[in-house]
């Protein structure tokens, strides 16, 4: 809704300007791009792809991004400044972007719709060439609305260009957005390229993004068939060590696979979509930095870590600082991500033969060193037992992985926090991970064993037989394989959605909000909530209709004639009628 405001406004302004007689006054515009002059060609089209490539680093760049914010409501991490859901309302949401990401994105996907109802405003070369550009922008919509209905549950679907004011959105049900996106996937798929440029959008992608889609649309067959495409397809899992660091030999293949720098070279065979984003662009056209060390990093650094002595152990400086970073913990990893999910076959996180759990790719607790040189502990092990609160242990010293979050900054004069480097959007893994999934739900344990397998076995860890495939497990491994890298939250929330529709585990459709598997399984797994953590002000709390995030109250009130629900649980809710179920 900003975005029509703005529209307004600058219309405003501009016939007061044009109205004036003074020269002076005369805009005198830096360029003349405007819609009726940039597409007119395929070049303009192209134009905006772009763009909307762009705004898939929103996902992975800045200051708590988008996936960040994932993992804070997950099994696998918690939100320490913002531990009480109950403060989480649709006029307020502290410092994580759960009310800001609903309006973000509905202006990503104004850009699709720009392209989609514009397509067949000029003459093409060929079907191929506008088929092509159209998938991509259908891909964008799609991949959005994925990301919008398993975080707000059932939204507005806003099927073309808006050019004028519109005060009469109705809410979508989310089945029927689901179809939606379906169908466009499917055109998507039939009509975009194998082989694309970086960042671009290709055929694997467009069934990778399908595969989720079936899942969630409980076409458990669909999504065997799509997710085999990419496996057979021109991607193969890496089992041998590759790219910027092959002669260290302290290094292993999966520290190897993560290195932003390896992302899309030509021997990485398991890379289906990634963004791109590189310090060495022009400034404009590269982000902040993906801050990893940032947001899941401990703050290791602070003076809440005492020596024996009770003064500050630590300092913001060195070597440990450049390797670990300015930690802020925005995602404090569980206990269960650190400890308990490498417990297997008798071995634990100590000992276990897991490559991602390795310890040359993990920091331990017991491998943070006093590096304050005025410390009487300077070079000991930090002894968390000198901490002047128990509660500082939660955010100032945890075990993170190293391997995952080390991205170092290319200004060596800037905070550390994680710097420029191209990142995973979708790989293979996660594409062998899924057609397990479907498998789990069709009930065919062997060969979903068989697809986990692929990816253990790459990662050295013990295989799995079929009697142990769970919902949960798989969960577990897509943790092992794709911290930082998955939407967390939104997958939590289909495997939810599933789960009800298909009246599984005491878990339905219509007490979605009062029972969920989301919610259960934070619940068992991230003591956060069961130890009551208490941090400025708030104490963790959560309840199951947090599962699904509140819709900002602005747009519901600035929609005066339509109506746009509220999810159940928060105020508003009252107010909500049958969504529609259909997309004209």
């Known amino acids: ?191 975009l390229p194998e082989d694309v440029g970086l960042g671009a959008i290709s055929k694997g992608a467009a069934n990778h993004l399908l595969t989720k889609v079936y899942l969630a649309n409980s076409n458990f067959d669909k999504a065997i068939e799509t997710a085999t495409k990419i496996i057979d397809g021109p991607y193969a899992l890496m089992t041998e060590r590759f790219g910027v660091d092959l002669e260290d030999k302290n290094r292993n293949l999966i520290w190897d696979l993560h290195r932003p720098k390896n992302f899309n070279i030509a021997q990485n065979t398991e890379t289906i979509l990634t963004f791109i984003d590189r310090y060495e662009a022009p400034k404009d056209a590269r982000s902040n930095g993906l801050y990893t060390m940032r947001l899941y990093g401990c703050q290791w650094m602070q003076a809440q870590v005492l020596d024996s002595e009770g003064s500050p152990g630590m300092k913001a400086s060195g070597a440990a600082y450049d390797s670990l970073g300015r930690g802020n913990a925005n995602v404090r990893l569980t206990a269960h991500y650190q400890y308990h999910i490498w417990n297997y076959g008798g071995q634990s996180w100590k000992n276990t033969q897991d490559l991602r759990r390795a310890d040359i790719n993990w920091q331990d607790i017991h491998e943070y060193k006093y590096n304050n040189p005025s410390s009487v502990d300077y070079g000991k092990p930090v002894n968390p037992a000198y901490f002047a609160n128990p509660v500082d242990t939660f955010k100032h010293l945890y075990a993170v992985p190293h391997y995952i979050l080390y991205v170092p900054m290319d200004d060596p004069t800037v905070t550390p926090v994680g710097g420029n480097g191209d990142w995973y959007i979708f790989r293979l893994a996660e594409t062998y991970l899924l057609r397990a999934e479907a498998y789990f739900w069709k009930d065919q344990l062997t060969l979903a064993a068989n697809d986990i397998n692929q990816v253990r076995q790459r990662a050295n860890a013990i295989p799995i037989s079929p009697g142990e495939v769970t919902i949960d497990f798989i969960f577990d491994e897509r943790a092992r394989e794709l911290f930082a890298e998955e939407p967390r939250h939104s997958e939590l929330l289909r495997a939810s959605y599933i789960l009800a529709n298909l009246n599984k585990d005491g878990y339905t459709l219509d007490n979605f909000s009062e029972k969920n598997y989301y919610y259960d399984r934070v619940m068992t797994y991230n003591k956060t909530y069961e130890q009551k953590i208490e941090l400025l002000g708030n104490t963790a709390n959560m309840a199951p209709f947090h599962a699904l995030w509140p819709i900002p109250s602005n747009v519901i009130t600035a929609n005066t004639l339509g109506i746009i629900n509220q999810n159940t649980g928060y105020d508003g809710a009252e107010n909500n009628v049958a969504p529609l179920e259909t997309i004209e």
């Open 1 to 191: 809704m900003k975005y029509i405001a703005k529209i307004i406004i600058i219309g405003l302004l501009t016939f007061g300007i044009i109205s004036c007689s003074e020269e002076w006054l005369e805009p005198k515009p830096k360029s003349f791009f405007s819609p009726e002059n940039v597409y007119v060609d395929k070049a303009g089209f192209e134009s905006l792809l772009i763009t909307m490539r762009k705004d898939l680093k929103r996902e992975h760049t800045g200051n708590i991004h988008f996936i960040s914010a994932e993992f804070a409501v997950s099994d696998l991490g918690s939100p320490w400044s913002q531990l009480d859901f109950y403060n989480l309302t649709p006029n307020t949401s502290r410092y994580y972007p759960f009310l800001s990401f609903f309006t973000d994105v509905y202006g990503f996907i104004k850009n699709t719709n720009v392209v989609i109802s514009r397509i067949d405003n000029i003459e093409w070369e060929s079907d191929q060439e506008k088929n092509a550009i159209l998938a991509e922008a259908l891909w964008h919509r799609a991949y959005w609305y994925y990301r919008l209905i398993h975080t707000y549950g059932d939204v507005p679907f806003i099927n073309e260009e808006i050019s004028g004011a519109k005060l009469d959105f109705y809410t979508h049900s989310r089945w029927t957005i689901l179809d939606k996106i379906q169908s466009d996937l499917e055109f998507a798929a039939t009509w």
